[in-house]
DNA sequence: GTAGGGTTAG
C-alpha cells in the first residue's frame, strides 16, 4: 500500500503518465482494492493532465471527499472545460457535499468564461450563505474577477470592500478590472491604496498600473512605478518589461521604450509585438517594419496582433512590396483569414490601389464584423468603387451587423468619389435617422463635397448653416467647389468668412488665387499673390513618387535633378508627340501663371506627375506591370487626361494616388470616370 | 490533499 502510494506520487512529481498508467494496471492487477489509492490516483492523472483517466476513476468511486470534487473542479477550469467544472459543481451540491473556499475560487471563473451571470451571482449567494465570500482572500479575489470580467465593476469594488484583510492578489484583481475597462484613473486610485496599507505590489500589479499610466499619458506616476520596478527586482519578468515598454510608448517617449527594449534578456512573443506597436503608434513606421524584420530573423513567430500592426506601418508608408511579403507570411501562418490581420491587409491593398486584392483578403475572411467591413467599404470609397460600396453596406445589415460613424464616412466618400449625389443624400438622410449615430463635421464636410462638386452650390451652403461651428475644413470645401464652378462671386463671399475664422490661412488663398487663375481674371491673382507674399505664406509644392523595383524616386515639377533626367525627358517628349497624336492637347487652363500659350503648355508637360511616369515607363520597359504613382497634392486636370492618353498608348495600367484618392487608368480611361 | 490576478490590435 504504502508502496504503491509513493510509486503514485513519484509519477505526479514526474508528470510521467506512461508510468502512472503501469503502476495503475499493477495495483488492479495484484487485486488490491484500490478505491483506498484511488483518491491519489485521480490526483495523479490530474496532474499528468490526463482528465479523462481521473473522471473515470472519480466517477467509480463510492463516498467523494469534498477535496476531491475541489481537485475535479478546479482540474476541468484551468484545463478550458469549464463547461464540465460547472457540471462537477452542479452534481457535487445534489449529492449534498457543501462547497468550501477552494470550490468556490474555482468555480466563480468557469462562470465568468461561460458567460453564466445568473449561475455566478447564485453561487455567491451560496458564498455568503457559507459565510465564505469575505473571510477567504481566494474566494473574494475569484469573485471580484468574475463580476469584472461580467462588466460589473461596482458589484467587483462592493465584494472587495467587504474583504477586512486585503492581499496583493485581490488588490490586483481589482486593479486589472478597473484597466480593462478603460478606468485608469480608478485602478491608479486603488494602487495608491494599497501602497498606503503597505501591501506590496508584484509583477501582476505593476503590469496592469504601468498600463494604466500609459493609457492616461501620465508620465510622472509611469516614471515612479518604474523606480518600483526597478526597486521590487522585477526588472526581469517579462510582463513587467512589456509593460514598462507600452507604458513609455502611450506617453509618447519612444527614446525611452527603445531603451528598454535594448536592455531586455530575453524578449517574448508579446514584448516584440507591444514594441512594434509602440512604433507604429508614434510614426516610427520604418522602425516598425525593420523591428518585425528582426523579431523573423529571431524565429519569434509572429501573431495577427503584430502583423495587423505591421501592415498599418506598411499601408501608410505604401510600401507595396513589403507589405505583399507580409501578407505571404500571413498565409503561411494560416492567419490570413483573422479579421485583424485581414482588416490591415484590405487597408493596405486599398491604400496602394490594389482592389482586387482587397477583395480576395475579404471573401477569405473567417469572420466578418463592422471593422472589416468597414475596412472593404473605404478602400471601395478610396478608389472611387461606388456601387461596390454601397452593396457591401447593404450585405453588413443583411447580416444583421449595425453599421457605426465609420461604415457612414465611408459610404459618403464613396458616393462622394463616384459622384452618386442621389445615393449620397439618401445615405445623409439615414444618418440623420439613425439615433445612433451622431452626426459629425466630418459627415457634413464630405456631402458638402458631394453637393458642391455637383453644381448644387445653394444646397451645399445651407447645409453649412447648420453645422454649430464650421471651420476653415468646410468652408475650403465649398470653396473648392466654387472653383470648380467658376463661382467667382459666391468664392469671394466664403473667402470673407473663412479669412474671418483664421486669417492667415495659406490654403484659401491658394484657392481663391487659383479660381480667379482659371477665370482669367489676372488683376486678382496678381493682388492676391501679393496677399500671399505679404503673409508670408508658402504654398506646398508638388510632389510626384513612385517606386520602381523597390527604390523610390521623387519628382518635383521641371526637376532635372534626377540622375538619369536626359531619359526622362526624352521618354517624355516621346510620349508627349505621340499622344498628341491620339488626340491629346495640353489644356492650359491648368496653368496658374499668367504666361503665354506656349510657355503654358510647356509649364504643363513638366509637372511632377509626367516626370514620374516617363520614368517609371522607361526604367520598365518591356514589362507589362502596373505603374503605381503618388501624389501629395491634388492631380492636375491636364495630367489626368494625358496619363489617360498615356495608358491607351502604352497598354500600361497606371495607378495614382494623390492628396484625395486613387485613380485608375487603364486602356485610355480612368476609373474615376473624370469627376474628382 | 486542492486555489487566485498580468503584458499585444482595428
Redesign the pocket.
Known amino acids: 500500500m504504502n508502496f504503491y502510494s509513493s510509486l503514485i506520487a513519484r509519477c505526479a512529481h514526474t508528470k510521467s503518465l506512461t508510468t502512472l498508467r503501469t503502476v495503475h494496471t499493477n495495483i488492479i492487477k495484484s487485486g488490491f482494492s484500490y478505491s483506498l489509492l484511488a ?1 491519489k490516483l485521480i ?1 495523479a492523472y490530474i496532474k499528468c493532465g490526463y482528465l479523462a483517466e481521473a473522471r473515470k476513476l472519480f466517477d467509480d468511486l463510492p463516498n467523494r ?1 469534498v ?2 470534487w ?2 475535479m473542479i ?2 476541468h ?2 484545463h478550458g472545460k469549464s463547461k464540465e467544472a460547472v457540471e462537477f459543481f452542479g452534481n457535487m451540491l445534489v449529492e449534498g457535499v457543501l462547497p ?4 468556490f ?2 468555480i466563480f ?1 468557469a462562470f465568468s468564461e461561460l458567460g453564466l451571470r445568473r449561475h455566478g451571482q447564485r453561487a455567491h449567494g451560496l458564498a455568503v450563505v457559507l459565510g465564505l465570500e469575505v473571510l ?7 469573485l471580484v ?1 468574475m463580476y469584472a470580467k461580467f462588466d460589473k465593476m461596482r458589484d467587483a469594488h462592493l465584494v472587495f470592500d467587504r474583504v477586512l484583510e486585503k ?7 481589482l486593479i ?1 478590472g478597473y ?2 475597462h478603460g478606468l485608469y484613473g480608478e485602478a491608479l486610485e486603488v494602487f495608491e491604496d494599497m501602497v498606503n496599507r503597505g501591501v506590496k505590489p ?4 505593476l ?2 498600473i504601468l ?1 494604466s499610466c500609459g493609457n492616461l499619458g501620465d508620465l510622472v506616476n509611469g516614471q515612479l512605478i518604474h523606480g518600483l520596478v526597478v526597486k521590487s527586482g522585477m526588472e526581469s ?4 518589461q ?2 514598462l515598454l ?1 507604458m513609455y510608448s502611450r506617453c509618447s517617449m519612444v527614446e525611452d521604450s527603445i531603451k528598454v527594449f535594448n536592455q531586455l534578456d530575453y524578449a ?4 516584440w ?2 514594441f512594434v ?1 509602440g512604433l507604429v503608434h508614434n510614426g516610427r513606421e520604418e522602425a516598425a517594419v525593420s523591428i518585425f524584420r528582426e523579431m523573423i530573423r529571431c524565429s519569434i513567430s509572429p ?4 502583423l ?2 505591421v501592415l ?1 506601418a506598411c499601408s501608410s508608408l505604401a510600401m507595396l512590396a513589403v507589405g505583399e511579403q507580409i501578407h505571404a507570411i500571413t498565409m503561411k501562418l494560416g492567419v490570413d483569414g ?3 490581420a485581414g ?1 490591415a491587409l484590405i487597408n493596405l491593398y486599398g491604400k496602394c490601389g490594389n482592389i482586387g486584392k482587397a477583395r480576395s483578403v475579404f471573401d477569405v475572411l473567417s469572420e466578418l ?1 463592422v ?2 467591413i468597414n ?1 472593404m467599404i473605404y478602400a471601395y470609397a478610396q478608389n472611387g468603387f461606388g456601387h461596390e460600396a454601397l452593396q457591401l453596406f447593404e450585405r453588413m445589415k443583411k447580416l444583421g451587423l449595425v453599421p457605426n460613424g465609420v461604415t457612414f464616412i465611408s459610404l459618403l466618400l464613396a458616393c462622394n468619389n463616384a459622384g452618386l449625389v442621389e445615393e449620397g443624400c439618401q445615405i445623409f438622410a439615414s444618418i440623420r435617422s439613425n439615433q445612433n449615430i451622431e452626426l459629425t463635421r466630418d459627415h457634413f464636410t464630405c456631402m458638402i463635397d458631394l453637393l458642391g462638386r455637383s453644381r448644387r452650390l445653394e444646397e451645399a451652403a445651407m447645409l453649412i448653416q447648420e453645422v454649430r461651428n464650421p471651420d476653415v475644413v468646410l468652408w475650403r470645401t465649398l470653396l473648392n467647389a466654387c472653383k470648380i464652378h467658376g463661382e467667382v462671386e459666391m468664392a469671394e463671399k466664403i473667402m470673407r468668412k473663412v479669412l474671418e475664422l483664421s486669417p492667415g490661412d495659406g490654403g484659401t488663398h491658394i484657392l481663391l488665387t487659383n479660381l480667379y487663375a482659371s477665370a482669367g481674371k489676372w488683376n486678382q491673382v496678381i493682388e492676391m499673390k501679393s496677399t500671399i507674399r505679404d503673409l508670408n505664406l508658402k504654398k506646398s509644392p508638388a510632389i510626384s513618387w513612385v517606386d520602381v523595383d523597390r527604390e523610390v524616386h521623387t519628382f518635383m515639377a521641371g526637376d532635372l535633378s534626377h540622375p538619369r533626367a536626359n531619359e526622362i525627358f526624352e521618354m517624355l517628349h516621346k510620349l508627349i508627340e505621340k499622344v498628341k497624336t491620339l488626340g491629346y492637347n495640353p489644356d492650359t487652363r491648368f496653368v496658374l501663371q499668367d504666361l503665354d500659350e506656349e510657355k503654358k503648355r510647356s509649364s504643363l508637360y513638366y509637372h511632377s506627375e509626367k516626370l514620374a511616369i516617363a520614368f517609371a515607363l522607361w526604367k520598365t520597359i518591356g514589362r507589362t506591370t502596373t505603374i503605381r504613382i503618388f501624389k501629395n497634392l491634388r492631380v492636375c486636370g491636364d495630367c489626368h487626361s494625358w496619363i489617360k492618353f498615356v495608358s491607351h498608348l502604352t497598354g500600361r495600367d497606371i495607378i495614382a494616388r494623390d492628396a484625395k484618392r486613387f485613380h485608375h487608368f487603364k486602356g485610355g480611361l480612368c476609373s474615376c470616370k473624370d469627376y474628382w
Do not use: M, R, W
Open positions: 483518491h490526483d471527499h477535496v476531491t475541489n481537485s478546479s482540474s477550469v484551468s468550501d473556499a477552494y470550490s475560487s474555482a471563473k477567504d482572500g481566494f474566494v473574494a479575489s475569484a474577477d492581499d496583493v492578489v485581490l488588490f490586483s484583481a486589472v484597466a480593462q508584484n509583477e501582476y500589479t503590469a496592469s498600463i519578468v517579462v510582463a513587467s512589456t509593460s507600452t517574448s512573443q508579446v514584448t509585438t507591444s506597436v501573431n495577427p496582433f503584430v495587423s500592426s498599418h483573422n479579421k485583424y482588416a464584423d471593422v472589416s475596412s
